[in-house]
Nanobody, 116 residues
Framework: QLQLVESGGGLVQPGGSLRLSCTAS????????TAWFRQAPGKETEGVSC????????HYVHSVKGRFTISRDNTKNSVYLQMNSLKPEDTAVYYC?????????WGQGTQVTVSS
């Protein structure tokens, strides 16, 4: 079965950290450009970060630069999003996406809530 599974979300206080995991089954994740998206209540889905399948280059939306880090562990067929210095505006459902020409997979999402 081809699927992406996210984990690692939860409730954290402002300034805290979480690490999200995205693990693929049924396909090799490092053959795909993998991205994290998020959707906050009442807002459109936003691309947060991605890691290229071609050269491993990483990209971030301006609002998370310097706070979030995306990485890949091919031995675990996983991509991670380390989130530090979390802010209430980071509250959202976070989704993992894996894409290559002609193929596109989404995970089910994991809730991140930043609140005191």
């Amino acid at each position: 079965q081809l699927q992406l599974v996210e984990s690692g979300g939860g409730l954290v206080q402002p300034g805290g950290s979480l690490r999200l995991s995205c693990t693929a089954s049924g396909f090799t994740l490092d053959l795909y450009t993998t991205a994290w998206f998020r959707q906050a209540p009442g807002k459109e889905t936003e691309g947060v970060s991605c890691i290229s399948r071609d050269d491993g280059s990483t990209h971030y939306v301006h609002s998370v630069k310097g706070r979030f880090t995306i990485s890949r562990d091919n031995t675990k067929n996983s991509v991670y999003l380390q989130m530090n210095s979390l802010k209430p505006e980071d509250t959202a459902v976070y989704y993992c996406n894996a894409e290559r020409p002609g193929l596109n997979y989404w995970g089910q999402g994991t809730q991140v809530t930043v609140s005191s």
